[in-house]
C-alpha cells in the first residue's frame, strides 16, 4: 500500500454490532469483514450519540456533529409552532432537518469529487458537483419525511400480493374457468383464470389503472402448477410464467401515470403458494422500482444496471413480519437487495472519478428488530428458534460481507475504508409507556379522564394495544410498532396538562408563551421539570417490579450527552435494557444479553495502524475529523468530534507536513540567495 491514501470510503452498516461481527470471524465467516478488522483498526469502545436511533446518529458520522448542534435530534422532529403531543412530528428524514455541514458538501465546495449512496437523510443533494442516489429514507426509492410515524412512501408504491387466501394488505381475487385466453399451452386441462387491478399502495406518483391477467395451469395433468401472469389474456404477452417457489427474473414494465406519462420501473416475483386443487394460491410482487427519479444529476439513475438486484421495501422484513412468508423468503429478498446496492455502489466508484464515497445499507438492523430477541438464550421462545434466528443471523451477515468484498475490490488499495453502525441492539424488553408516571403524578391528563380511578384503565389500555397488534398482524410485529402505536393511542387534555411525552426519549413541559395551550408559567419551569424527573425515577413498573428509567436531565444537564437547545426536550430519559424495544432510548454503553448497543467503528487502508484494537473511548462524532486529518481536507463548519490519533501508523501528520513544508521553503531560499550571488 502507499502511504497516503488517494480516495475515503465510509460503508455504514445500519445496527452493525462489532462483537458479534467477531464472533462470526472466530467461527470462519465474514472473511471481508476478517480482513478489514484484522489488517487495520477496531474501535471497541465506540458509543454512538444518545438516542442510539438511526437519522441523528448517522447525521453525526456524516457532520461530526453531536444531535444538539445539527438539529436532527431523534428518529422524528417535532413540527414548529404546534403543541408539544407526540402526535406533532415528523420522520427526519431530509437533508433539510441537518442544520450542520456534512462533510461532502464541505469538500464538494472545496473541489472534491463525492458520491453519496443510499445515505439516510442525504437527499435532497445540496452538492454542486457530487454524485447522490437514493437517501430520504432506508433504502432506495423510499421517502420517509413528514410520515408521523413510522411509515414510508414509494415513488410507485409497496410490496404487492395476489391470492385467493386472506393476508394484510392482500388484492384477493377468485380462481374460475379461463375463459377468452389465447395461445394457451399445449396439454393445458381445465385452466383457471382471474383479473386483478394493481395496487399502488404508499405511492408518491398518481398512477392510472392498470389490469393484469392471472391464469393457473397444469402442466402434466397431476394438479395446478403454474402461474402466468400477462397484462393481456394473451399467453404470448406473459411478463411471467412460474412454478411454486420460482422467483420471476427482473421484469421491466412501462407504468401510465393518470397525467399520461410513463414511468419505466423493473420488478421480481416469487410464486410462494400454489396447491394441486389452487385452493391455496399466494404470488407476491416486490416494489415497482423506477429507474430514474432517485438521483442528483437525473442520467446517473437511468445508468445504472442490476441484473438480479432490485429495490425492496425493508429487505423482506415487512412480508415476514405479516406473516406472508418464512424466512427462506425474507433471505431471498434481503440477498437481491445486496445485489442492487453492491452493483449500484461499484458502479459508482468504478465510472465516476471520486474522492470521497459515503453509503448505507439497513439490512442487518432489519433482521434484529425480526431475530435479535430469539438469539437471546434469555428472551428466545424455544431452542428451535434460537437456533434458526442464528443461522438466519449468519447467512444476513454473509451477504453482506460479498456485497462490502465487491466494493473493496472495485474501490482499490490506495482507499481509505471506514467502516460504521449507527448503534447496536439488545433483545426486546419490557414495554415502557412514560405517560404512566406522569400520569400518576398529576402531570399529565388524558382526555375525559376525571378521576384516578380512570388510571387503571389507562394502564389496561397499553396492554390492549399489544393484544389488538398481535392478533391482527401477528406475534412478529416489532417492539418498536408497539411502542409508537401506544403513544400516538394516548390523547391528553392540552389544557390540563403539565407535561407531555414525545418522541423516544423526552418529556416536554407544557409551558406557557412558548407552546399553544400552555398552563405553565415560565416562573415554575424549573420546579415541574424536576416533578417530572422524581415521576420517572420514582415509577416501578407493575409487571417486573423493576424500574424502568436509568437516567433523567434537564434540558440544561443534557448537554453532556450533546443534546441541547429548542430540538430537545424539557427532560431527557434514559431506560434500562430490560425494557423498550432493541435500540433508542437505551444508554450507549448498554449491554444486556447478546446484545451490546456500541456502535461499529473500523480503519483500514494507508496510514492505518494494522491489526489493533483501539481501547480509548471513541465516538461516530469522530469519524469526520479523522477523516479530514489523515487527508488533509478541510472539515465541516460545525464538526465537534476528535481526532484518532491512536488509530493512525503516523499521529504527528500534520506537524510533519508542516516541517516538511517549513524545510522545502529554507531550501528554496537557498537556492534563491544562491542565485542572486551568481
Given at each position: 500500500?502507499s502511504?497516503q491514501?488517494?480516495?475515503v470510503?465510509?460503508?455504514?452498516?445500519?445496527?452493525?454490532?462489532?462483537?458479534?461481527?467477531?464472533?462470526l470471524?472466530a467461527?470462519?465467516?465474514?472473511p471481508?469483514?476478517?480482513?478489514?478488522?484484522?489488517g487495520?483498526?477496531?474501535?471497541?469502545?465506540?458509543?454512538?450519540p444518545?438516542?442510539t436511533i438511526?437519522?441523528?446518529?448517522w447525521?453525526?458520522?456524516?457532520t461530526?456533529?453531536?444531535?444538539?448542534?445539527?438539529?436532527?435530534?431523534?428518529?422524528?422532529?417535532?413540527?414548529?409552532?404546534?403543541?408539544?403531543?407526540?402526535?406533532?412530528?415528523?420522520?427526519?428524514?431530509s437533508?433539510?432537518?441537518?442544520k450542520a455541514?456534512?462533510?461532502?458538501?464541505?469538500?464538494d465546495?472545496?473541489?472534491?469529487?463525492?458520491?453519496?449512496?443510499?445515505?439516510?437523510?442525504?437527499?435532497?443533494?445540496?452538492?454542486?458537483?457530487?454524485?447522490m442516489?437514493?437517501?430520504?429514507?432506508?433504502?432506495f426509492?423510499?421517502?420517509?419525511?413528514?410520515?408521523?410515524g413510522?411509515?414510508?412512501?414509494?415513488?410507485?408504491?409497496?410490496?404487492?400480493?395476489v391470492?385467493?387466501?386472506?393476508?394484510?394488505?392482500?388484492t384477493?381475487?377468485?380462481?374460475?374457468?379461463?375463459?377468452?385466453?389465447k395461445?394457451?399451452?399445449a396439454g393445458?386441462?381445465?385452466?383457471?383464470?382471474?383479473?386483478f387491478?394493481?395496487?399502488f399502495r404508499?405511492?408518491?406518483?398518481?398512477?392510472a389503472q392498470?389490469?393484469?391477467?392471472?391464469?393457473v395451469?397444469?402442466?402434466?395433468?397431476q394438479?395446478?402448477?403454474?402461474v402466468?401472469v400477462?397484462p393481456?389474456?394473451?399467453?404470448?404477452?406473459?411478463?411471467?410464467?412460474?412454478?411454486?417457489?420460482?422467483?420471476?427474473?427482473?421484469?421491466?414494465?412501462?407504468?401510465?401515470?393518470?397525467?399520461?406519462?410513463?414511468i419505466e420501473?423493473?420488478?421480481?416475483?416469487?410464486?410462494?403458494?400454489?396447491?394441486?386443487?389452487?385452493e391455496?394460491f399466494?404470488?407476491?410482487?416486490?416494489?415497482?422500482?423506477?429507474?430514474?427519479?432517485?438521483?442528483n444529476?437525473?442520467?446517473?439513475?437511468?445508468?445504472?444496471?442490476?441484473?438480479?438486484?432490485?429495490?425492496?421495501?425493508?429487505?423482506?422484513?415487512?412480508?415476514y413480519?405479516?406473516?406472508?412468508?418464512e424466512?427462506?423468503?425474507?433471505?431471498?429478498i434481503?440477498?437481491?437487495?445486496?445485489a442492487?446496492?453492491?452493483?449500484?455502489?461499484?458502479?459508482?466508484?468504478?465510472?465516476?472519478p471520486?474522492?470521497?464515497?459515503?453509503m448505507?445499507?439497513?439490512?442487518?438492523?432489519?433482521i434484529?428488530?425480526?431475530?435479535?430477541?430469539?438469539?437471546?438464550?434469555?428472551?428466545?421462545?424455544s431452542?428451535?428458534?434460537?437456533?434458526?434466528a442464528?443461522?438466519?443471523h449468519?447467512k444476513?451477515?454473509q451477504?453482506?460481507?460479498?456485497?462490502?468484498?465487491?466494493i473493496?475490490?472495485?474501490?482499490?488499495?490506495?482507499t481509505?475504508?471506514?467502516?460504521?453502525s449507527?448503534h447496536?441492539?439488545v433483545?426486546?424488553?419490557a414495554?415502557?409507556?412514560?405517560?404512566?408516571?406522569?400520569?400518576?403524578?398529576?402531570?399529565?391528563v388524558?382526555e375525559?379522564?376525571?378521576a384516578?380511578?380512570?388510571?387503571?384503565?389507562?394502564?389496561?389500555?397499553?396492554e390492549q394495544?399489544h393484544?389488538?397488534?398481535?392478533?391482527?398482524?401477528g406475534?412478529?410485529?416489532?417492539?418498536e410498532?408497539?411502542e409508537?402505536?401506544t403513544?400516538?393511542?394516548?390523547n391528553?387534555?392540552?389544557?390540563?396538562?403539565?407535561?407531555?411525552?414525545?418522541?423516544?426519549?423526552?418529556?416536554?413541559?407544557?409551558?406557557k408563551?412558548?407552546?399553544?395551550?400552555?398552563?405553565?408559567?415560565?416562573?415554575e419551569y424549573?420546579?415541574?421539570?424536576q416533578?417530572?424527573?422524581?415521576?420517572?425515577?420514582?415509577y416501578?413498573?407493575p409487571?417486573?417490579g423493576?424500574?424502568?428509567v436509568s437516567?433523567?436531565?434537564?434540558?440544561k444537564d443534557?448537554?453532556?450527552?450533546?443534546?441541547?437547545?429548542d430540538a430537545?426536550?424539557d427532560?431527557?430519559?434514559?431506560?434500562?435494557?430490560?425494557?423498550?424495544?432493541?435500540?433508542?432510548p437505551?444508554?450507549?454503553?448498554?449491554?444486556?444479553g447478546?446484545g451490546?448497543?456500541?456502535a461499529?467503528?473500523?480503519f483500514?487502508g494507508?496510514g492505518?495502524?494494522?491489526?489493533f484494537?483501539?481501547?480509548?473511548?471513541?465516538?461516530l462524532?469522530?469519524?469526520?475529523?479523522?477523516?479530514?486529518?489523515?487527508m488533509?481536507?478541510?472539515?465541516?463548519?460545525?464538526?465537534?468530534?476528535?481526532?484518532?490519533?491512536?488509530?493512525?501508523?503516523?499521529?504527528?501528520?500534520?506537524s510533519?507536513?508542516?516541517?516538511?513544508l517549513?524545510?522545502?521553503?529554507?531550501?528554496?531560499e537557498e537556492a534563491?540567495?544562491r542565485?542572486?550571488?551568481?
Amino acid at each position: 500500500m502507499s502511504k497516503q491514501a488517494k480516495r475515503v470510503a465510509v460503508i455504514g452498516f445500519d445496527c452493525a454490532e462489532p462483537h458479534l461481527i467477531q464472533k462470526l470471524i472466530a467461527e470462519g465467516h465474514l472473511p471481508t469483514f476478517k480482513k478489514l478488522f484484522e489488517g487495520g483498526v477496531l474501535a471497541e469502545n465506540c458509543l454512538s450519540p444518545f438516542p442510539t436511533i438511526t437519522p441523528p446518529n448517522w447525521a453525526s458520522i456524516a457532520t461530526g456533529a453531536w444531535p444538539g448542534t445539527h438539529h436532527v435530534t431523534d428518529f422524528h422532529i417535532h413540527k414548529e409552532g404546534t403543541s408539544q403531543v407526540n402526535a406533532n412530528i415528523f420522520e427526519a428524514f431530509s437533508s433539510e432537518n441537518c442544520k450542520a455541514e456534512t462533510i461532502w458538501d464541505r469538500l464538494d465546495a472545496a473541489g472534491k469529487k463525492c458520491i453519496v449512496c443510499n445515505y439516510p437523510g442525504s437527499w435532497p443533494s445540496m452538492m454542486k458537483n457530487g454524485i447522490m442516489v437514493s437517501g430520504a429514507g432506508l433504502g432506495f426509492g423510499e421517502y420517509r419525511n413528514g410520515h408521523t410515524g413510522l411509515e414510508s412512501s414509494l415513488l410507485l408504491g409497496m410490496d404487492q400480493i395476489v391470492t385467493n387466501g386472506i393476508y394484510p394488505h392482500a388484492t384477493q381475487v377468485k380462481l374460475e374457468d379461463a375463459e377468452g385466453w389465447k395461445n394457451l399451452p399445449a396439454g393445458s386441462e381445465e385452466p383457471l383464470a382471474s383479473r386483478f387491478d394493481l395496487v399502488f399502495r404508499q405511492n408518491i406518483e398518481q398512477m392510472a389503472q392498470h389490469t393484469w391477467y392471472v391464469l393457473v395451469t397444469q402442466s402434466a395433468g397431476q394438479g395446478y402448477d403454474r402461474v402466468t401472469v400477462s397484462p393481456t389474456q394473451d399467453v404470448k404477452d406473459a411478463l411471467f410464467s412460474l412454478s411454486k417457489g420460482e422467483w420471476s427474473k427482473k421484469i421491466h414494465y412501462k407504468f401510465k401515470t393518470q397525467d399520461g406519462r410513463e414511468i419505466e420501473a423493473f420488478f421480481r416475483s416469487k410464486l410462494l403458494q400454489l396447491t394441486d386443487d389452487a385452493e391455496d394460491f399466494l404470488l407476491i410482487f416486490s416494489a415497482f422500482c423506477p429507474t430514474e427519479g432517485w438521483s442528483n444529476p437525473p442520467e446517473v439513475a437511468r445508468e445504472i444496471s442490476s441484473e438480479e438486484g432490485i429495490f425492496t421495501f425493508a429487505a423482506g422484513l415487512l412480508g415476514y413480519t405479516l406473516g406472508i412468508y418464512e424466512v427462506d423468503t425474507y433471505y431471498e429478498i434481503a440477498e437481491m437487495h445486496d445485489a442492487w446496492l453492491g452493483d449500484v455502489a461499484t458502479q459508482l466508484i468504478t465510472k465516476y472519478p471520486w474522492d470521497l464515497f459515503y453509503m448505507h445499507s439497513h439490512p442487518i438492523d432489519w433482521i434484529y428488530h425480526s431475530h435479535l430477541t430469539e438469539m437471546d438464550e434469555n428472551t428466545c421462545k424455544s431452542k428451535e428458534s434460537y437456533k434458526q434466528a442464528w443461522d438466519f443471523h449468519l447467512k444476513i451477515l454473509q451477504s453482506q460481507d460479498r456485497m462490502l468484498a465487491r466494493i473493496v475490490e472495485a474501490a482499490g488499495d490506495d482507499t481509505l475504508f471506514v467502516l460504521v453502525s449507527d448503534h447496536g441492539a439488545v433483545a426486546d424488553g419490557a414495554i415502557f409507556n412514560p405517560y404512566i408516571p406522569l400520569i400518576k403524578n398529576g402531570l399529565c391528563v388524558m382526555e375525559g379522564q376525571v378521576a384516578d380511578r380512570d388510571l387503571k384503565a389507562i394502564e389496561e389500555s397499553t396492554e390492549q394495544v399489544h393484544t389488538f397488534f398481535k392478533q391482527n398482524i401477528g406475534d412478529r410485529v416489532g417492539r418498536e410498532i408497539l411502542e409508537m402505536a401506544t403513544l400516538n393511542m394516548f390523547n391528553p387534555d392540552i389544557k390540563r396538562s403539565k407535561a407531555f411525552p414525545q418522541r423516544t426519549i423526552y418529556i416536554y413541559v407544557n409551558l406557557k408563551g412558548r407552546d399553544p395551550g400552555g398552563i405553565v408559567e415560565p416562573a415554575e419551569y424549573e420546579k415541574v421539570q424536576q416533578q417530572i424527573i422524581d415521576a420517572l425515577y420514582s415509577y416501578v413498573d407493575p409487571v417486573t417490579g423493576k424500574r424502568p428509567v436509568s437516567l433523567a436531565l434537564t434540558r440544561k444537564d443534557a448537554r453532556i450527552l450533546g443534546l441541547h437547545g429548542d430540538a430537545v426536550g424539557d427532560v431527557v430519559y434514559a431506560i434500562y435494557p430490560e425494557f423498550g424495544g432493541q435500540h433508542g432510548p437505551q444508554l450507549p454503553t448498554t449491554e444486556w444479553g447478546v446484545g451490546k448497543l456500541k456502535a461499529l467503528e473500523a480503519f483500514y487502508g494507508p496510514g492505518i495502524k494494522k491489526g489493533f484494537k483501539l481501547e480509548r473511548t471513541s465516538g461516530l462524532t469522530d469519524v469526520v475529523p479523522t477523516i479530514c486529518y489523515i487527508m488533509n481536507w478541510p472539515v465541516p463548519a460545525q464538526t465537534e468530534g476528535n481526532i484518532l490519533f491512536q488509530a493512525l501508523e503516523n499521529p504527528n501528520l500534520a506537524s510533519d507536513r508542516l516541517k516538511n513544508l517549513r524545510e522545502s521553503l529554507v531550501k528554496m531560499e537557498e537556492a534563491l540567495t544562491r542565485g542572486e550571488k551568481h
